[in-house]
């Protein structure tokens, strides 16, 4: 199974601020990576697909990127609606594996 | 629009058999695959399996012996079963669109293993 680090595990972070979330696969995934936001009542909305594609509805300044094993999720001036827990997942083989997860946190 | 529902039992004795329903308007299931992922009490999500829109299959290898996921086209349902339940097993269950990325997610199921 390919794993997925996910760095840091939680992240405070202040409105207005640029913020960059890592995930690194144990193998390369050939820019087979996805991005989930989960709010708090639980209720997980797609980012980004396949590495840098924009989920339609998904504001502008969520932005994915990477290659090979390292990817990241970079969220240039946080809202108040952003602070949640976000997870990457890989979609290169079977079984699908998603990161442990950041929590992005109000500083 | 697109809209998946779960439902089941949110209590489930050890060694018992899990059965869950997902329900599925907006998209037909003979052209969507559905998955079903779980995350248990402040920890991470788990894919768990796939049923393709040609009918098969595809699970984690994880829970492969335990696991079998089906469908009802004709009233556009989606189950999981899965056996010999333990207590590691508590978590919230979810099903959603696709295979390789999940764009529609089900609000999820909570299910608690216990005695």
């Known amino acids: 199974d390919i794993q997925m680090t996910q760095t840091p595990s939680s992240m405070p972070a202040s409105l207005g601020e640029r913020v960059t979330i890592s995930c690194r696969a144990s193998q390369g995934i050939s820019n087979y990576l996805n991005w989930y936001q989960q709010k708090p009542d639980g209720t997980i909305k797609p980012l980004i697909y396949y590495t840098s594609n924009l989920q339609s509805g998904v504001p502008s300044r969520f932005s994915g990127s990477g290659s090979g094993t390292d990817y990241s999720l970079t969220i240039s001036s946080l809202e108040p609606e952003d602070f949640a827990m976000y997870y990457c997942q890989q979609y290169d083989s079977s079984p699908l594996t998603f990161g442990s997860g950041t929590k992005l946190e109000i500083k | 629009q697109v809209q998946l529902k779960e439902s089941g039992p949110g209590l489930v004795q050890p060694s018992q058999t899990l059965s869950l329903t997902c329900t599925v308007s907006g998209l037909s299931l003979t052209s969507n695959s559905v998955s079903w992922i779980r995350q248990p009490p402040g920890k991470g999500l788990e894919w768990m399996g796939v049923?393709?829109?040609?009918?098969?299959?595809d699970y984690n290898s994880a829970i492969k012996s335990r696991l079998s996921i089906s469908r009802d086209t004709s009233k556009s349902q989606v189950f999981l079963k899965m056996n010999s339940l333990q207590t590691e097993d508590t978590a919230m269950y979810f099903c959603a669109r696709n295979w390789e990325y999940f764009d529609y997610w089900g609000q999820g199921v909570m299910v608690t293993v216990s005695s």
């Open positions: 049923i393709w829109s040609n009918g098969g299959t």
